[in-house]
């Protein structure tokens, strides 16, 4: 597979510094149930990376050092990981918001049935995945049949409480675009899934996130492949608006990778781009507050920035 680093590290992307930590983003591994197309990570079912305990430990010192307010978990698949639920117990316990970036259908997979049932237990956000509402697209993107499990798994959600009406189980989905574009419009694309879900399927969410593709791993050897990766940065870069860098998620999160190294954002962890310049660990957090610090950049940043600005919780201007 070939690789788009070296052509997204030399950039004229301005310089951003780092504001107040409120979030940890955890990598909890590479393991994964799907291999979908435009995963940024790679993730699949024959990887073994996964974060040991631990390092978990040291993360929720870090937590409780900087008395941080959300824990957001992502992998892979987060909850492959064999101490996912020990760790997210270990964050509620600490009143932290623990957000399960999930990709549904594993809620379906078996060994993983008890799955809904603690995650409303914990009262965990869920994040998931569900890349359109048409099965075919959905389908091309992640692979045959997925459309449907994914569909049977948010009814699951749904009856276990999430993303009803007058529920505290938040449920939201994330959407991104099949191939080299800008996503739509989130506001409007919002009320088109909810539509469409409600009337075919009974479905029901809180929040629709749109999210840019980022021109990095698989993407990114997609666009190489298929001549397109020139043309995808020139539609980022026409689109940058100046007024998204004041948000972009960068400024108050860090970005754990599944050994406990630590990166500005999950982006720059898959673009072996460690914070402050060189590799640290989250260790070194324990005796070190890197706020203030400058941001590692490079030209994927303007898919952070361009149009109506794209971060893990959706657009930058809401
Ligand atoms: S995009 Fe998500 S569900 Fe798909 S392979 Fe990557 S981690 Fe797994
Ligand atoms: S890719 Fe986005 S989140 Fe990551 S450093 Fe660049 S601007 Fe920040």
Same mark, same amino acid.
């Given at each position: 597979?070939?690789?788009?680093?070296?052509?997204?590290?030399?950039?004229?992307?301005?310089?951003?510094?780092?504001?107040?930590?409120?979030?940890?983003?955890?990598?909890?591994?590479?393991?994964?149930?799907?291999?979908?197309?435009h995963?940024?990570?790679?993730?699949?079912?024959?990887?073994?990376?996964?974060?040991?305990?631990?390092?978990?430990?040291?993360?929720?010192?870090?937590?409780?050092?900087?008395q941080?307010?959300?824990?957001?978990?992502?992998?892979?698949?987060?909850?492959?990981?064999?101490?996912?639920?020990?760790?997210?117990?270990?964050?509620?316990?600490?009143?932290?918001?623990?957000?399960?970036?999930?990709?549904?259908?594993?809620l379906?997979?078996?060994?993983?049935e008890?799955?809904?049932?603690?995650?409303?237990?914990?009262q965990?956000?869920?994040?998931?995945?569900?890349?359109?509402?048409?099965?075919?697209?959905?389908?091309?993107?992640?692979?045959?049949?997925?459309?449907?499990?994914?569909?049977?798994?948010?009814k699951?959600?749904?009856?276990?409480?999430?993303?009803?009406?007058?529920?505290?189980?938040?449920?939201?989905?994330?959407?991104?675009?099949?191939?080299?574009?800008?996503?739509?419009?989130?506001?409007?694309?919002?009320?088109?899934?909810?539509?469409?879900?409600?009337?075919?399927?009974g479905?029901?969410?809180?929040?629709?996130?749109?999210?840019t593709?980022?021109?990095?791993?698989?993407?990114?050897?997609?666009?190489?492949?298929?001549?397109?990766?020139?043309?995808?940065?020139?539609?980022?870069?026409?689109?940058?608006?100046?007024?998204?860098?004041?948000?972009?998620?960068?400024?108050?999160?860090?970005?754990?990778?599944?050994?406990?190294?630590?990166?500005?954002?999950?982006?720059?962890?898959?673009?072996?781009?460690?914070?402050?310049?060189?590799?640290? %660990?989250?260790?070194?957090?324990? %005796?070190?507050?890197?706020?203030?610090?400058?941001?590692?950049?490079?030209? %994927?940043?303007?898919?952070?920035?361009?149009?109506?600005?794209?971060?893990?919780?959706?657009?930058?201007?809401?």
């Amino acid at each position: 597979m070939r690789n788009t680093q070296a052509l997204l590290l030399e950039t004229d992307f301005p310089t951003i510094f780092r504001s107040t930590l409120n979030t940890l983003q955890m990598n909890l591994g590479y393991l994964c149930n799907l291999s979908c197309q435009h995963c940024h990570v790679n993730a699949g079912p024959k990887r073994t990376e996964l974060m040991d305990k631990d390092t978990m430990k040291t993360a929720l010192a870090v937590i409780e050092k900087y008395q941080l307010e959300i824990l957001d978990v992502t992998g892979g698949s987060p909850e492959m990981n064999p101490h996912f639920k020990w760790l997210v117990k270990q964050a509620r316990a600490l009143g932290v918001k623990v957000i399960d970036r999930c990709n549904p259908t594993i809620l379906l997979e078996l060994g993983y049935e008890d799955l809904v049932d603690f995650l409303a237990t914990e009262q965990v956000e869920i994040t998931a995945s569900l890349p359109c509402y048409l099965e075919d697209n959905v389908d091309a993107q992640r692979g045959k049949g997925v459309f449907k499990t994914s569909i049977n798994a948010l009814k699951k959600l749904n009856e276990a409480g999430y993303g009803k009406t007058g529920s505290d189980l938040v449920l939201n989905l994330v959407f991104n675009p099949q191939g080299p574009t800008l996503p739509p419009e989130q506001t409007s694309l919002e009320a088109a899934y909810r539509e469409f879900l409600q009337q075919n399927f009974g479905l029901e969410f809180n929040h629709l996130f749109t999210i840019t593709n980022m021109p990095i791993q698989r993407f990114g050897a997609v666009l190489l492949a298929k001549g397109q990766f020139e043309n995808y940065m020139n539609v980022l870069k026409h689109a940058f608006k100046p007024e998204n860098l004041n948000q972009v998620m960068c400024k108050t999160l860090l970005s754990v990778d599944w050994q406990g190294f630590v990166y500005d954002c999950d982006f720059n962890q898959m673009l072996d781009l460690p914070m402050a310049g060189r590799q640290r %660990h989250l260790s070194d957090l324990l %005796h070190h507050d890197f706020s203030g610090q400058r941001i590692e950049t490079g030209d %994927h940043c303007y898919g952070c920035t361009a149009g109506q600005g794209s971060s893990c919780t959706g657009v930058l201007q809401k």
